[in-house]
């Protein structure tokens, strides 16, 4: 199986690369640093707080008193 080291899209052979899908051990170190990267970015807390302007009025629904109507 032929794949591309994701790192430095260096052709790797799954039957002659160890390292396989990377070219070398750096390659792979470097992608799990990438990884630890990833995690940090996620971890950040969003400073982007966009408040939704939805001011909805809920009127209470006042059910129709169909009283007796006596004439
Ligand atoms: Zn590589």
């Given amino acids: 199986m032929k794949l591309k080291c994701p790192i430095c899209k260096q ?10 899908p990377f070219c070398s051990a750096r390659c792979r170190e470097r992608d799990l640093g990438n990884w630890a990267m990833e995690k940090y970015k996620v971890a950040a807390p969003m400073m982007d707080e966009s408040e939704p302007e939805e001011t909805e009025t809920n009127e209470p629904a006042h059910p129709e008193s169909s009283g007796s109507d006596d004439e």
């Avoid at 052709?11 to 396989?20: G, M, W």
């Fill in 11 to 20: 052709p790797t052979d799954s039957e002659t690369t160890a390292e396989f």
